[in-house]
């Protein structure tokens, strides 16, 4: 079955110092990875990507990711986090069978001064 | 600036009644999609439409009705056959439909409650 893992509910970080998102993922055939993130009562905005070519993804906000075929890891980071990246985060890949997205459950992001 | 547009933002019901939720986009994208978001879980496809005129169910369909009759509107009526409809309803759009690498975009969300 296809299906995305994100294995912590919550990451707490120092201001400054960087963060990583965790995801993993499980899919038949290429992976089509998407990270989004998403501030309260909102809705989500994507961030990156990963179709094809380079493993590490650069994105918005200063955001890249790592995709690992390996391992089947696709995890968010950032060199120096900001109070402003609290948030939500969300990990997707493709479902080829219907082309929708399959969801991890969202990591809570806490950048503490 | 081009979005997505959903209204209300905050919509409350008895139980029992039908409610209509609205989603309007100026991207001119050909996908629509329905997501229901509940605490601590990911987004779970409710419907999703290519092409005006066509839709097609996703994972928790039940309870729900869509119709999409302008390339630019896919309203979602929860109905009250669904059994749970209290949660946070987010619409979105794509370019590219199923090619799928298009990112999707976000309306800000309707909050439904029912008591």
């Known amino acids: 079955a296809q299906s995305v893992a994100q294995p912590e509910d919550q990451v707490n970080v120092a201001e400054g110092n960087p963060l990583t998102v965790k995801c993993t993922y499980s899919v038949s055939g290429n992976p089509y990875l998407f990270w989004y993130v998403q501030y309260p009562n909102r809705g989500l905005q994507f961030l990156l990507k990963?179709?094809?070519?380079d493993n590490l993804v650069k994105g918005s906000y200063g955001f890249e990711a790592e995709f690992n075929k390996s391992q089947t890891s696709f995890h968010l980071k950032k060199p120096s986090a900001l109070v402003s990246d609290s948030a939500l985060y969300f990990c997707a890949v493709r479902d080829w069978g219907n082309y929708q997205l399959i969801w991890g459950a969202g990591t809570k992001l806490i950048i503490k001064p | 600036d081009g979005g997505i547009t959903q209204s209300p933002k905050y919509l409350f019901r008895k139980e029992g009644q039908n409610v209509t939720l609205s989603c309007e986009q100026n991207?001119?994208?050909?996908?629509m999609y329905w997501y229901r978001q509940d605490p601590g879980q990911g987004l779970r496809l409710i419907y999703y439409s290519q092409i005006v005129n066509d839709f097609q169910k996703g994972d928790i369909a039940e309870g729900y009705s869509v119709s999409r009759e302008k390339k630019e509107s896919f309203p979602l009526t929860v109905t009250s056959a669904q059994k749970n409809p209290t949660a946070f309803y987010l619409c979105?759009?794509?370019?590219?439909?199923?090619?799928?690498?298009?990112?999707?975009?976000f309306g800000n969300g309707t909050r439904l409650t029912v008591t």
């Open positions: 990963y179709i094809t070519g």
């Open positions: 979105a759009s794509s370019g590219q439909g199923a090619q799928g690498n298009s990112p999707l975009h």
């Open positions: 991207l001119n994208h050909d996908a």
